[in-house]
């Protein structure tokens, strides 16, 4: 398992929190931080690389 950050920004961009993801590969931790980007935007990374921001999503009406 590998050691991932997801850090959860404000809609100024700041950082407003961070969850710690153990995660398989890359692609397992990108499936996880998306699911996070409800309402609020998510940047996640592996130490000092950047792997992705996934912008809000709206949350599921039904």
Do not use: S
Not at 8 to 32: F, P, S, T, V, W
Not at 35 to 40: D, E, F, H, R
């Amino acid at each position: 398992m590998r050691n991932y950050k997801a850090y959860i920004l404000g809609e100024d961009g700041h950082i407003i929190g961070r969850l710690d993801l153990e995660c398989i590969d890359d692609d397992d931790a990108k499936l996880q931080a998306r699911k996070l980007a409800i309402g609020q935007a998510v940047e996640l990374w592996e130490g000092a690389r950047k792997i992705a921001t996934f912008q809000p999503t709206n949350p599921d009406p039904g």
